[in-house]
């Protein structure tokens, strides 16, 4: 029996910093590097990985090179989230690392799901005509040959925050709103931007069914999102939703409900443990699963007014793993 880890972790913002500004890397990698090791990741999704340049050279993933190092992921090919047909983004990549073989990578943003036209209804000035509303950021499916010699389909996410998206003429600052309506209307457009990337999420994993419907899915990242909401379960597909039990075998299953519950949570906002990052598997995998972690021990509350990075240089996100054998 092989066994193999998967791990999804958001590492916050993970870059380098000017000089005289703080944490510096050394001192966030001081930290987040037993984290690394801790996971024993053969498999790893990692969200919100920044770019770094250096002069002559086109834009790479170097902080987390140098996070990986000395850890068994070191030197493992990193697969990215890319500007088209260039660099690795500046801000928030996606990466999937393992020293597995990968066979194919795609990239999508509005690809399976067209940008909305919405008119802004709060905006100063209002807005004369719709306006485009877009994906933010990109899924990432990458395709690995396991061990046994089969596929597994890995699926990055990273969805729209529930920070207001902005509205034109109602922010006064970037924590105080002119009007309750424009805070609603940009919460209304967060969510509409969230929900955009679980449709794009599903329709992929169907599109991914539709070719082999014996196929190993993982979808696994930061979903901002709760388990019971909308978003998710949309990804999920329960038969209690869809009404249909010819469709059983496309139902995702959350193996964070394997984890007790008071444990289940990987952030800790206004004194409340919250489930924002999730690993979902087709059914197929449940002959493999064995169990899943989430590493929150250490988790401090991030919407306190004192835990800034300076003080918490970790991520405020804890990992998840889920363990799998395979003949």
């Not at 990804?235 to 289940?264: F, K, M, W, Y």
Request: proline content about 7%; overall charge negative; some cysteine.
């Amino acid at each position: 029996m092989v066994e193999l880890r998967i791990a999804t972790f958001n590492l916050e913002n993970l870059d380098e910093t000017a000089p005289g500004e703080l944490p510096t890397l050394p001192e966030r990698i001081a930290l987040m590097r037993p984290q690394i090791l801790r996971l024993r990741a053969d498999v790893a999704c990692f969200q919100e990985v920044h770019g770094q340049e250096r002069p002559g050279q086109p834009r790479a993933l170097l902080a987390l090179a140098e996070l990986l190092r000395e850890t068994p992921l070191q030197g493992a090919p990193m697969t990215s989230t890319r500007v088209q047909g260039g660099p690795v983004y500046d801000q928030r990549n996606l990466v999937v690392v393992t020293h597995l073989p990968v066979t194919r990578v795609e990239q999508l943003r509005n690809d399976l799901v067209a940008p909305v036209e919405y008119r802004r209804l709060s905006a100063i000035p209002p807005d004369a005509a719709a306006v485009e509303i877009g994906i933010e950021r990109p899924i990432l499916h990458v395709e690995i040959t396991l061990p046994d010699g089969s596929t597994l389909h890995v699926i990055n996410v990273h969805w729209k925050s529930k920070i207001p998206t902005d509205i034109p003429g109602q922010r006064v600052n970037a924590f105080t709103w002119r009007t309750a309506d424009g805070w609603a209307e940009g919460s209304f457009l967060s969510s509409m931007k969230r929900m955009a990337q679980a449709l794009e999420t599903r329709r992929l994993i169907d599109r991914i069914l539709d070719d082999d419907p014996d196929a190993q899915i993982v979808v696994a990242g930061d979903f901002n999102a709760a388990p019971d909401e909308v978003s998710v379960t949309a990804v999920r597909g329960d038969v209690e939703n869809t009404g249909n039990p010819a469709l059983v075998s496309r139902v995702l299953v959350p193996i964070e409900q394997t984890v007790p519950e008071s444990a289940r949570f990987t952030l800790y906002h206004q004194g409340h443990g919250e489930m924002l990052d999730h690993m979902l598997i087709t059914r197929n995998l449940l002959a493999h699963y064995r169990g899943s972690e989430i590493h929150n021990e250490l988790l401090h509350d991030e919407s306190a007014a004192f835990a800034v990075d300076l003080k918490f240089p970790e991520s405020d996100h804890a990992p998840v793993v889920g363990t799998f054998q395979f003949v």
